[in-house]
C-alpha cells in the first residue's frame, strides 16, 4: 500500500474516532432533566437540578 493510502486510511479512521465521539456526547447531554411518572401512587416527579 502506498504512503497516500496509509494517509487516507488514517484521516478516514480519525474522522470516525471524532464523529462516534461527537454522537455520544450529544446522548449523554440529551437525557431529559426531569422525569415524571404516573403510576398508582399517584405522580411522581424527579429532577436532577
Excluded: C, H, K, W
Excluded at 17 to 37: K, M, S
Amino acid at each position: 500500500m502506498s504512503r497516500n493510502g496509509l494517509y487516507a486510511l488514517v484521516a478516514v479512521l480519525a474522522i470516525a474516532v471524532i464523529g462516534f465521539a461527537v454522537y455520544t456526547y450529544q446522548q449523554q447531554q440529551a437525557r431529559p432533566g426531569v422525569e415524571v411518572r404516573i403510576d398508582q401512587q399517584g405522580v411522581s416527579i424527579d429532577g436532577n437540578g
